[in-house]
């Protein structure tokens, strides 16, 4: 899909408070100057973008949606790294036809970087202001990369969800994060409580340590990974009763962490 009509991007809800839900990786649009120069397949890219991110944090007060794919900009990276320059920066997958994207092309990818944590940054200051705040950084994880048919990823280094802190203060804040685990591992759901681990696959990237290094004594930022049991990552037929159940778990974690944020406040 080829978009200009929308915003790359958009900040919704009540930012009244402190509890933001991002959908950074969530967008398939794609402008139309880098659309050119794709020869990715649409559904291998839809593959490895974070489709009904946005859906799963729905609930949280304060939210960002990005519009824009990974595959033109990618929020989660550096900088340096935000626009995929190789196939070893992108899984192995040949993303334009003639690597890497002409610099002029990859500087109008950079501009929604820029204006992003610029506006991020803006909104941001104001809620660090009140005090600690909590920031669930949303996205999901394919577990049967070997094929429609072939067997899921094994459990044990797969886990329902799984909660990065890998640039977390968790002297300072590590009980926010035990909060959190706890709360939404006894979230039910049709299928039962959820498995939640920490750290198993993925630690948080760019947003996590981004939002850390800023706001050093105020921000708990959650890097979720979601795995994709809530549609078929081959056909991305989604199962929307599961995806209500986690928008619906995530935001019942909300109570115990604004009781948590207490006990971490700046005196």
């Given at each position: 899909?080829?978009?200009?009509?929308?915003?790359?991007?958009?900040?919704?809800?009540?930012w009244s408070g402190q509890?933001?839900?991002?959908?950074?990786?969530?967008?398939?649009?794609?402008?139309?100057?880098?659309?050119?120069?794709?020869?990715?397949?649409?559904?291998?890219?839809?593959?490895?973008?974070?489709?009904?991110?946005?859906?799963?944090?729905?609930?949280?007060?304060?939210?960002?949606?990005?519009?824009?794919?990974?595959?033109?900009?990618?929020?989660?990276?550096?900088?340096?790294?935000?626009?995929?320059?190789?196939?070893?920066?992108?899984?192995?997958?040949?993303?334009?036809?003639?690597?890497?994207?002409?610099?002029?092309?990859?500087?109008?990818?950079?501009?929604?970087?820029?204006?992003?944590?610029?506006?991020?940054?803006?909104?941001?200051?104001?809620?660090?202001?009140?005090?600690?705040?909590?920031?669930?950084?949303?996205?999901?994880?394919?577990?049967?990369?070997?094929?429609?048919?072939?067997?899921?990823?094994?459990?044990?280094?797969?886990?329902?969800?799984?909660?990065?802190?890998?640039?977390?203060?968790?002297?300072?804040?590590?009980?926010?994060?035990?909060?959190?685990?706890?709360s939404l591992a006894r979230?039910?759901?049709?299928?039962?409580?959820?498995?939640?681990?920490?750290?198993?696959?993925?630690?948080?990237?760019?947003?996590?340590?981004?939002?850390?290094?800023?706001?050093?004594?105020?921000?708990?930022?959650?890097?979720?990974?979601?795995?994709?049991?809530?549609?078929?990552?081959?056909?991305?037929?989604?199962?929307?009763?599961?995806?209500?159940?986690?928008?619906?778990?995530?935001?019942?974690?909300?109570?115990?962490?604004?009781?948590?944020?207490?006990?971490?406040?700046?005196?």
């Amino acid at each position: 899909m080829v978009t200009t009509e929308r915003p790359a991007f958009e900040f919704l809800g009540d930012w009244s408070g402190q509890f933001i839900a991002t959908a950074i990786h969530n967008g398939h649009d794609i402008r139309a100057d880098v659309a050119a120069e794709l020869i990715l397949p649409d559904e291998d890219r839809l593959r490895e973008e974070d489709p009904h991110t946005d859906e799963i944090g729905a609930l949280v007060p304060a939210r960002v949606v990005v519009h824009r794919s990974r595959f033109e900009v990618d929020l989660n990276r550096s900088r340096e790294k935000a626009v995929y320059r190789s196939a070893e920066e992108a899984w192995g997958l040949e993303v334009v036809r003639d690597p890497p994207l002409d610099p002029a092309v990859a500087a109008g990818s950079l501009e929604v970087y820029d204006a992003f944590y610029s506006e991020l940054g803006r909104r941001l200051d104001v809620v660090a202001e009140r005090g600690p705040f909590v920031v669930f950084d949303i996205h999901s994880y394919n577990h049967r990369r070997d094929g429609a048919d072939a067997a899921a990823a094994p459990w044990a280094e797969n886990p329902e969800v799984n909660v990065g802190t890998g640039s977390l203060n968790r002297d300072r804040f590590g009980s926010v994060a035990d909060v959190f685990i706890d709360s939404l591992a006894r979230a039910g759901t049709s299928a039962g409580p959820l498995d939640v681990r920490e750290n198993v696959r993925f630690r948080g990237q760019q947003l996590a340590a981004w939002t850390h290094r800023r706001y050093p004594e105020r921000a708990i930022v959650l890097a979720l990974e979601f795995k994709k049991t809530f549609m078929d990552e081959w056909t991305a037929e989604t199962d929307q009763a599961r995806i209500d159940e986690l928008a619906r778990a995530v935001a019942s974690t909300i109570p115990s962490l604004e009781e948590a944020l207490v006990e971490v406040a700046i005196p």
